[in-house]
């Protein structure tokens, strides 16, 4: 009986270690006063913002996107509703994110930071679009402004003010080795199996495997107890 309950744990263990898939639903983008245009290593207009996420697990959160932006729904409108996601390894912003998108890993922590330090902050719509051309300044630049580099903006209201502050902050916080360890996850969304678009979200809370594996571990120390 312990035998079984020691492979039972270690498989659902390891299931949980090793992936995680489901289902989410998105609203719209939280664009504020409209979608802007970028320059640099993607040049367009753009809808950007936080996009309101509801996953089957029951989290429900704002995500930003961290794709490459000519293949981003940012460049076609509001997003579908229902997608499904992978969340296999994890996907650490913080160490994996060059093997995931190209990206130098540095960024995928400058991105992890902004997305930690101001995502429940931002609450205001302008506040949200800020972010997340924060976010992709860090990701696709190495400076610390929208004005010029690999990517720039040429937005000139609240929202350039929002997002300049975001990164002044970040400049300060990697400059005085003051980023710390915090760590977000990506999250790949696909449809019809076909891969849509990544986001950067918050790291997500033991799945019911792991639970599960907890639990049947706990049945077996209990059960070792009884017998001794």
């Known amino acids: 009986m312990r035998k079984f309950l020691i492979i039972l744990a270690m498989m659902a263990l390891m299931s949980a270690a090793s992936a995680w898939a489901g289902t989410v639903q998105l609203g719209g983008w939280t664009d504020g006063t ?10 367009g207009t753009v809808r950007l913002g936080a996009v309101p996420a509801k996953f089957d697990t029951g989290l429900e959160t704002n995500l930003y996107c961290v794709s ?14 229902a997608y499904t996601y992978d969340y296999t390894g994890p996907y ?34 302008n506040q949200q679009a800020a972010l997340q051309l924060a976010i992709w300044n860090a990701i696709w630049d190495t400076d610390f402004t929208l004005t010029g580099g690999t990517f720039s903006s040429t937005v000139s209201d609240d929202r350039f ?62 059960s070792r107890r009884m017998t001794k």
């Open 34 to 43: 409209g979608g802007i245009t970028i320059q640099g290593v993607f040049s």
């Open 161 to 222: 003010t929002f997002a300049q502050s975001y990164l002044s902050a970040l400049q300060t916080a990697q400059n005085d080795n003051k980023m710390g360890t915090v760590d977000a996850s990506y999250y790949r969304l696909y449809k019809n199996g076909v891969e849509q678009q990544g986001f950067i979200g918050p790291v997500p809370e033991p799945g019911l495997a792991l639970l599960l594996g907890l639990g049947i571990g706990g049945v077996f120390v209990v």
């Open 92 to 125: 650490s912003m913080n160490t994996q994110w060059a093997s995931v998108n190209g990206a130098n890993n540095l960024n995928g922590q400058r991105a992890s930071w902004l997305y930690v330090n101001f995502s429940s902050a931002a609450t205001s719509a």
């Open 68 to 81: 490459e932006l000519n293949i981003s729904l940012g460049q076609g409108g509001q997003p579908s509703s």
